[in-house]
């Protein structure tokens, strides 16, 4: 990611978040840094999470929760483990979401009902789910090595995904939920 498109802020964003997974990740994201907050690690700008659009609406209408909660009516509430490790070419070292097509899928379809909020804003067309767990600066194939080997020994707690969240970051770079839209179809 360009350090031009880490520097934005007072952005919105779809993510699942899986908080559950802080004990488990804070080893990694505790001591990373984005490049545009180096002052600031990880964990205290976000909770653990895969991304599944960045940036979204600037300011969320009615009409727009909606249009989200029609793209994931069809995806029932599933079970999400992070079973591997690995990393992106810039050394962004992150944890793998399965069942890996479900949350693809599940991407493709808010890409697709968000066309104009391209993911990354257009830096990334084809976006990998994934948890960061260390940055591109402080990544790198050590960190996958270690993350591997503590999965194998000690699994990451899996979780049940029912829900996506609605974050927006303030213009310190912190983020914070103000919003969410149940996976599957709700009835009244």
């Known amino acids: 990611m360009s350090d031009a498109w880490a ?3 007072e952005l919105t964003a779809i993510l699942i978040t899986v908080p559950e997974l802080a004990e488990y990740t804070d080893r990694w994201r505790s001591v990373s840094r984005s490049s545009a907050r180096p002052q600031v690690p990880l964990t205290e700008l976000i909770p653990p999470h895969v991304t599944v659009l960045v940036p979204w609406v600037a300011e969320p209408t009615d009409a727009d929760v909606a249009r989200l909660k029609s793209a994931v009516s ?34 493709l379809r808010v890409f697709e009902a968000f066309p104009e909020c391209p993911p990354y804003g257009g830096e990334f067309p084809d976006a990998q ?13 050590a960190v996958v090595d270690e993350a591997n080997a503590a999965l194998a020994t000690t699994p990451a707690p899996t979780v049940r995904l029912t829900e996506l969240g609605l974050w927006r970051e303030d213009a310190d770079g912190q983020w914070h939920q103000f919003g969410a839209v149940p996976l599957g179809s709700t009835t009244a």
């Open 7 to 9: 520097a934005r802020t």
């Open 129 to 141: 789910p994934h948890l960061t767990i260390s940055s591109s600066r402080d990544g790198g194939t």
């Open 74 to 107: 069809s995806i029932e509430p599933f079970d999400l483990s992070f079973p591997t490790a690995g990393q992106f070419p810039n050394g962004t070292a992150w944890l793998k979401p399965e069942p890996f097509e479900t949350v693809r899928s599940m991407l």
